[in-house]
């Protein structure tokens, strides 16, 4: 696979919470740390996501924001 997109975080799909249209999906990419990403069901179903699977997180956005507490 080849893409454009810088940040690839290559993980393992620990959850899948599936809802009308969309599901959320969880990968542990080590260290203790989790990405969650909604995506539509339907490419939970083509791309075969299930528990266990290994899968990637591709970040590529124009815009990261960051806040802090008041």
């Known amino acids: 696979m080849k893409i454009s997109a810088r940040n690839q975080l290559k ?6 919470q599936k809802g009308a249209v969309n599901s959320v999906v969880v990968l542990d990419i080590g260290g203790g740390n989790r990405i969650t990403s909604t995506i539509t069901n339907a490419a939970v179903e083509e791309l075969g996501l299930q528990e266990g699977v290994d899968a990637y997180a591709l970040i590529k956005a124009s815009n990261v924001m960051i806040g802090v507490d008041d």
């Not at 993980?11 to 899948?16: C, D, F, Y």
């Open 11 to 16: 993980g393992k799909v620990v959850k899948i």
